[in-house]
């Protein structure tokens, strides 16, 4: 079974930036898949941010657009998430996942704090 891992998470202050990883751990795997980056703030629901296809192509949600940029290195099997001008609304834990998400794929995610 396919297992993915996210990284790159921290305390970061308002207007800096975090670079997340997501790591297959299949090879191959994240190469055919569309993949999304997703996040979940406390008490609220998990929410599609960001997703890359096979081919590279990119979609946003709109409160990131501008702001974070998803890519992908499929020889290394690792989806990246880049995020900059991080607002205080970002935080939440941020995982990566299929689109449309697979349930056996959510990993333990990875936290990102935004505060001063």
């Known amino acids: 079974q396919v297992q993915l891992v996210e990284s790159g998470g921290g305390l970061v202050h308002p207007g800096g930036s975090l670079k997340l990883s997501c790591a297959a751990s299949?090879?191959?795997?994240?190469?055919?898949?569309?993949m999304g980056w997703y996040r979940q703030a406390p008490g609220k629901q998990r929410d599609l941010v960001a997703t890359?296809?096979?081919?590279?192509?990119?979609n946003y949600a709109d409160s990131v657009k501008g702001r974070f940029t998803i890519s992908r290195d499929n020889a290394k099997n690792t989806v990246y998430l880049q995020m900059n001008s991080l607002k205080p609304e970002d935080t939440a834990v941020f995982y990566c996942?299929?689109?449309?998400?697979?349930?056996?794929?959510w990993g333990q995610g990875t936290q990102v704090t935004v505060s001063s």
């Open positions: 890359i296809t096979s081919g590279s192509s990119t």
């Open positions: 299949e090879s191959s795997f994240s190469s055919y898949a569309i």
């Open positions: 996942n299929t689109v449309p998400w697979g349930a056996n794929y």
